[in-house]
């Protein structure tokens, strides 16, 4: 498979996927303790708080879309769709991705709605794209 620009992007939005994890769990650390936050949980906890509940949940949301943006993307590459429109469109699924955390994260409703049928659209052009259909 041919490296791209389409694949760093990729790699870029993947690698900060991964990483979307530390923020609750440092807040843990914070509120349990470090040796608590290994540990299993326990009903005794405080509770974890709304912001950090959210980015839980949005990490999570970025998980099950990353892996059909992975799959769609993948897919192009290796079908030689590349360039133009197609490097847009990833570039654009990052860009709402990074904005739908931050908005996820905040509690800012419509926004997250926003910014999260962005990236969905920004796949579903990719994978038409692919598909020959642009």
């Known amino acids: 498979m041919q490296t791209t620009p389409e694949l760093a992007w990729l790699i870029a939005i993947s690698i900060f996927t991964a990483a979307l994890w530390m923020p609750y769990v440092l807040e843990s650390f ?3 303790g ?3 936050t290994m540990g299993n949980p ?3 906890d405080p509770p974890m708080p709304a912001w950090a509940e959210r980015a839980k949940r949005a ?3 970025a998980i099950e879309n990353l892996v059909v943006f992975a799959a769609v993307v993948l897919a192009a590459v290796q079908m030689g769709v590349t360039g133009g429109n197609m490097l847009v469109a990833v570039q654009v699924y990052v860009l709402a991705r990074l904005a739908h955390y931050l908005v996820y994260v905040a509690g800012i409703p419509v926004a997250r709605t926003l910014t999260y049928l962005i990236g969905f659209f920004a796949t579903l052009f990719i994978a038409v794209g692919a598909l020959g259909g642009i």
């Open 30 to 32: 914070v509120r349990r």
């Open 34 to 36: 470090i040796f608590a």
């Open 42 to 44: 326990s009903q005794d």
């Open 59 to 61: 990490h999570l949301n």
